[in-house]
T-cell receptor
Framework: DAGVIQSPRHEVTEMGQEVTLRCKPISGHNSLFWYRQTMMRGLELLIYFNNNVPIDDSGMPEDRFSAKMPNASFSTLKIQPSEPRDSAVYFC???????????FGPGTRLTVL | RKEVEQDPGPFNVPEGATVAFNCTYSNSASQSFFWYRQDCRKEPKLLMSVYSSGNEDGRFTAQLNRASQYISLLIRDSKLSDSATYLCVAQMYSTLTFGKGTMLLVSP
């Protein structure tokens, strides 16, 4: 069974460009989480969805960040415009229910020049 | 102040050694606790849950002290393959709060 799938795995872009990260959760899971990991701040929750509905977006850093989950099998995290300080590894995770074990995808390593 | 705090390490130990990691959490309302393992340039994976009664899984033992808001992980008979970063995690409802991790390096 496939785990959480993320794309792209690596993204290098220039400041000011729009970046879209994609995630496919494990089939049957109804909770989806977006995290960001940096050396300075560690792993931080950005937003999570339950049954495709955003429940808590308090971790989204600012209006340049937006996330959508149009259906149970797909979510996007968009940064527009991107800035060098957005450089990080972005993980998507899913769980069967909100308080069950979370399974992480391989991450997208984003570099903004 | 970070909600979950850990010594970043690295802890350098020889194969066969016993090593212990600790972490503290600030939110007394946290409901559940875990240790995750993260290999270099990989995603975090659940290692084990942590209970007040203690939880053992082979060479790994985890313990929670709610009164002190303190969590521990003990690894016995360290293997080279145990080299990784160990993340302490506190959960409240659906939200996981991660510590920055403790790096373990096991050498031959």
């Amino acid at each position: 069974d496939a785990g959480v799938i993320q794309s792209p795995r690596h993204e290098v872009t220039e400041m000011g460009q729009e970046v879209t990260l994609r995630c496919k959760p494990i089939s049957g899971h109804n909770s989806l989480f977006w995290y960001r990991q940096t050396m300075m701040r560690g792993l931080e929750l950005l937003i999570y969805f339950n049954n495709n509905v955003p429940i808590d977006d308090s971790g989204m850093p600012e209006d340049r960040f937006s996330a959508k989950m149009p259906n149970a099998s797909f979510s996007t995290l968009k940064i527009q415009p991107s800035e060098p300080r957005d450089s990080a590894v972005y993980f998507c995770a899913s769980s069967l229910a909100g308080d069950n074990e979370q399974f992480f995808g391989p991450g997208t390593r984003l570099t903004v020049l | 102040r970070k909600e979950v705090e850990q010594d970043p390490g690295p802890f350098n130990v020889p194969e066969g050694a016993t090593v212990a990691f600790n972490c503290t959490y600030s939110n007394s309302a946290s409901q559940s606790f875990f240790w995750y393992r993260q290999d270099c340039r990989k995603e975090p994976k659940l290692l084990m849950s942590v209970y007040s009664s203690g939880n053992e899984d082979g060479r790994f033992t985890a313990q929670l002290n709610r009164a002190s808001q303190y969590i521990s992980l003990l690894i016995r008979d360290s293997k080279l393959s145990d080299s990784a970063t160990y993340l302490c995690v506190a959960q409240m409802y659906s939200t996981l709060t991660f510590g920055k991790g403790t790096m373990l390096l096991v050498s031959p």
